[in-house]
């Protein structure tokens, strides 16, 4: 499958990235971004990826792809290099890459808690060549600790609209120093897209479905994919799905199920097994499958277009790809109100405009706005609490009701097949839009804008800078906490 290029650049003249993320040759959910960027760039620039995993099988070597990246790309001249690391690399080694690959930008993804250290280091860096971060925040307050990660960059690129604001609030008089730009994350959407049997592969594609549900027809199949973490409210969502089943005679909730794309036990999450055996027992009106295999983007397609709708009742999550994949397939989205989640959703504002935030409506969580695209069931939280950690001591966390979105299930259930096809390939139109952008090419045509902008104005970081001595001031969060 070849992507399309605008603006292909010879590589003897292109600029050099360093991008440091994810292995792009990982299914993780940042490898999978970053593998979108780094296909959709590699036409205007030469690519070098210190590419993370845990226990890297490979760590050590230089992998060159680009024969590979070339055959997708239809060029004969990409430069794409793989250095695998275990984890995302250390101060030596960004010293040795610079001076032997001479990139020109050091591109970033991923929380800025695993960057601290190349932070520490930006005066080193920036005197040389600039820091890119493709950056994201869960949720509110403002994370005033991360003031000095933001500083550390010359291109802040926020994945969610809540991110944007947040990287404006946290750097103050400094933001007008920097480049920030709104770039959702994008997806492949001839990779997700619905199915019907007018598919090539049809056929492939009923089998697969065969195999998933054992040779079992239902009536409505609700979905979850994702992590088995506790920010993720698995248990909630079984809770609520059971809680829609209650509302059914007990013939039509026999044909009902909620498939379970996730570690069944986790210890980062819960017992899965063990609470369904709690709250539900053998009772058959309640179907519960898991789909613990990792799948190709092909299998999680057809995954994708065996069910009806997708759930995502995350307390505070920064984007939600699996919503993105759902919507790309066609698919209603059933979601609590909370970060990037809301932007998928499409709130609008008293003009008919998507929303927008700043400090005196950082968020729309406490559900200001109610109406949203027709592919979206927004389940909004009833508890803003605030939770943390050492590294980071203070972020809400957005718990919505079980029972709430027991009746935003029923909702989706109640509109029927046709009705849910409909709305859901409006979800997907407007995915693919202009205004959204959450394809592929949409997001990485936004990232080399902001990339010829930044190399178009970069200076040099000076050699010091004079710092006035004075008592420390408190950082305030700079936004209102009710509104």
């Known amino acids: 499958m070849l992507i399309k290029m605008e603006g292909y650049i010879p590589q003897s003249q292109r600029k050099k990235i360093l991008l440091m993320c994810d292995d792009i040759r990982t299914h993780s959910g940042i490898g999978t971004i970053a593998r979108e960027i780094v296909l959709h760039l590699a036409h205007r620039y030469n690519i070098i990826n210190v590419g993370a995993a845990i226990n890297h099988p490979d760590q050590g070597k230089r992998l060159d792809i680009s024969a590979d990246t070339n055959t997708t790309l239809g060029i004969n001249d990409a430069s794409v290099i793989i250095y695998p690391s275990n984890g995302y690399g250390n101060p030596d080694l960004v010293r040795q890459l610079i001076h032997i690959e001479k990139p020109d930008?050091?591109?970033?993804?991923?929380?800025?808690?695993?960057?601290?250290?190349?932070?520490?280091?930006?005066?080193?860096?920036?005197?040389?060549?600039?820091?890119?971060?493709?950056?994201?925040?869960?949720?509110?307050?403002?994370?005033?600790?991360?003031?000095?990660?933001?500083?550390?960059?010359d291109l802040l690129m926020g994945i969610s609209k809540q991110t944007v604001n947040i990287n404006k609030l946290v750097l103050g008089d400094k933001a007008k120093d920097k480049i920030i730009s709104y770039v959702p994350h994008g997806l492949n959407h001839k990779v997700y897209f619905p199915i019907d049997e007018s598919y090539e592969k049809y056929d492939e594609f009923k089998e697969f479905k065969n195999q998933v549900f054992k040779g079992k027809e239902f009536d409505f199949v609700l979905f979850f994919n994702s992590r088995n973490i506790r920010r993720k409210q698995v248990p909630d969502t079984i809770w609520a799905y059971k809680q829609f089943v209650d509302k059914l005679p007990l013939e039509k909730a026999k044909k009902c199920a909620l498939l379970l794309h996730t570690q069944p036990i986790d210890e980062n999450g819960t017992d899965l097994p063990a609470v369904i055996e709690a709250l539900c027992g053998d009772d058959e009106r309640y179907n519960f499958i898991f789909s613990e295999s990792r799948l190709t983007p092909l299998q999680m397609n057809y995954l994708y277009n065996c069910v009806d709708a997708q759930i995502l009742l995350t307390s505070n999550e920064g984007w939600g790809l699996s919503l993105t994949e759902a919507i790309l397939t066609g698919k209603p989205i059933i979601a609590n109100v909370t970060g990037g989640m809301q932007d998928q959703m499409r709130f609008e504002d008293e003009k008919g405009l998507w929303i927008d935030f700043d400090d005196q409506f950082p968020s729309n969580h406490r559900g200001r706005y109610k109406k949203c695209g027709p592919w979206a069931f927004p389940v909004f939280p009833t508890s803003i609490s605030i939770v943390g950690s050492v590294p980071t001591p203070y972020i809400f966390d957005d718990r919505c009701e079980a029972s709430d979105a027991a009746d935003r299930i029923f909702e989706v259930y109640n509109l029927g097949p046709d009705k849910r096809k409909a709305i859901g390939l409006v979800g997907r139109e407007w995915a693919i839009g202009d205004e959204a952008k959450f394809t592929s090419e949409k997001m990485t045509y936004s990232i080399i804008s902001n990339l010829d902008k930044l190399f178009q104005t970069w200076k040099p970081r000076k050699k010091y800078e004079l710092i006035k001595v004075e008592n420390k001031k408190p950082k305030i969060v700079p936004h209102n906490l009710i509104y």
Request: with cysteine; hydrophobic share 40%; charged share 25%.
């Open 105 to 153: 930008a050091i591109f970033i993804i991923t929380d800025p808690r695993y960057w601290a250290w190349l932070f520490q280091m930006e005066n080193e860096i920036r005197k040389k060549i600039p820091i890119v971060y493709l950056n994201i925040w869960d949720d509110y307050p403002s994370p005033m600790y991360n003031k000095e990660f933001y500083e550390s960059c």
